[in-house]
């Protein structure tokens, strides 16, 4: 693999796919140089800042009327700012410079999935994520656990002396840092213990309500003493089994759905021996030779996120009606502060079937050529608040609205190059004889590229 294909492939994992524009630049960058961009231009954590929390409580203090109307205008309105939120993050991701920040930002929201049905609690945490996402797991895991969206999610708010709410301590283990079968049930139970009293303010902010909290000794791992929360996610951080779990998952998310062993422990071993810094591992991760084999290359299916936002980065595509993007979100099944459960999005295999393949298929030509789409199908109960006042459900057709800036794209491809250059930017696999016959048979570099984004291959990253 030439240089030029390996940093092809980098930005298809660590951001959002290379453009055109950038081949002339990246054929004289090495591998580790092209890291080294990656981490210079994500640098800054630019947050939402979208919504206020003086916003959010003027809104609430409002529904809390018994005025059944001045209530149904609270929902819409609160409906508004969680797709309005939804698109802003959708926006950032389509226009930054940090694209590893904001790929690994998308790495976390699905990590410690949660709902809200508070947009300011879940801008909020979506920044926590944003400005944590290279740096210290520990600072991020801690700051996470203490937002009012988590607490709020998995009742600890509820979690007081003499009646504990396991579900926070549950979670934290099975999801955020062992893994299942790393812990007990008794571990569960003390865990919880430890983080009674561990709630929130009405101004969104962390509170320690000491009155809440059991002040007893617990025993938690073969530990034992007065533990509070924060001495619990120590513990749990002392376990080399939480770095490999870590690592597993950076792993199936980055480079391939089925771990090595090998590469992950050298992972974890990083991750572990660094105090839990998450830059010195991906910067592992993208200079080892193995994230380059050919195994490891053109095998993963794109998240929806991916697709829609690689589309906008490689044509800039604007939107007349961005809510289509929502509609598109919704078809191929990952809703931006909407993951199914607490698990998150299953990823993988698990993104592709009949329903979403044919819009996957569809949806990349239909936006190049301000085309009509039909959608229709199952909708999440629990998404049904979010996409309220999209007409009949059973069907839709909407047409895109979008503007591919193709005197952009063309104009960035460099002079000399070739349609089959162009096409192996766009594409991670390897150029097969039938997307030979495509780039000989079309008449245009234009024509080449809509047939190009409508294979099966351009949903591979």
Not at 227 to 244: M, S, W, Y
């Amino acid at each position: 693999m030439n240089s030029l294909a390996k940093i092809k492939h980098l930005y298809a994992r660590a951001g959002f796919g290379l453009n055109v524009d950038k081949l002339a630049q990246y054929q004289k960058l090495s591998v580790k140089h092209a890291v080294d961009e990656l981490f210079k231009s994500s640098d800054f954590s630019q947050p939402l800042s979208l919504l206020t929390a003086n916003q959010t409580y003027q809104m609430a203090d409002r529904a809390d009327k018994t005025d059944t109307l001045t209530r149904k205008m609270f929902l819409q309105e609160q409906r508004q700012q969680e797709k309005d939120l939804n698109l802003a993050w959708l926006n950032q991701m389509s226009s930054t410079e940090a694209v590893l920040r904001e790929k690994m930002v998308l790495f976390w929201h699905n990590h410690f999935a949660c709902r809200t049905q508070n947009p300011w609690y879940a801008q909020q945490l979506n920044n926590i994520q944003r400005d944590n996402a290279l740096g210290n797991f520990k600072t991020l895991l801690l700051q996470v656990s203490q937002s009012p969206a988590m607490l709020q999610f998995l009742n600890n708010q509820q979690n007081r002396k003499g009646h504990p709410n396991e579900n926070f301590a549950r979670e934290l283990m099975e999801l955020f840092t062992i893994g299942r079968g790393n812990y007990t049930e008794q571990d569960i139970k003390e865990s919880a213990r430890a983080f009674t009293g561990w709630g929130f303010n009405n101004n969104g902010e962390f509170v320690m309500r000491a009155g809440q909290h059991d002040e007893g000794s617990k025993t938690f791992m073969g530990q034992s003493g007065n533990f509070k929360g924060e001495d619990i996610i120590d513990i749990l951080l002392q376990k080399k089994q939480t770095a490999v779990f870590i690592c597993t998952k950076l792993y199936r998310y980055l480079v391939n759905d089925t771990p090595d062993k090998t590469h992950v422990n050298a992972m974890a071993d990083l991750l572990y021996n660094g105090n839990y810094e998450l830059s010195p591992v991906l910067k592992y991760i993208f200079t080892a030779d193995w994230f380059y084999a050919p195994a490891n290359v053109g095998n993963l299916i794109k998240s929806p996120i991916d697709l829609i936002v690689g589309l906008n980065r490689q044509f800039y595509i604007t939107y007349n009606n961005p809510e289509v993007m929502m509609q598109f979100e919704r078809a191929l099944g990952q809703v931006l502060f909407y993951p199914p459960n607490v698990a998150g999005w299953p990823g993988g295999k698990n993104w592709i079937d009949s329903s979403s393949l044919m819009y996957r298929l569809k949806i990349p030509s239909t936006v190049l050529n301000n085309g009509i789409i039909d959608f229709h199908g199952k909708a999440d109960p629990e998404d049904e608040a979010l996409l309220a006042g999209m007409p009949n459900r059973k069907q839709v057709k909407t047409q895109a609205q979008s503007t591919a800036d193709w005197d952009k794209f063309l104009a960035g491809i460099p002079k000399g190059a070739t349609k089959e250059q162009v096409a192996e930017v766009l594409l991670s696999p390897e150029v097969n004889s039938n997307l030979k016959s495509v780039i000989v048979q079309s008449g245009s570099i234009k024509s080449m590229v809509v047939e190009l984004v409508s294979t099966p291959e351009y949903q591979l990253c």
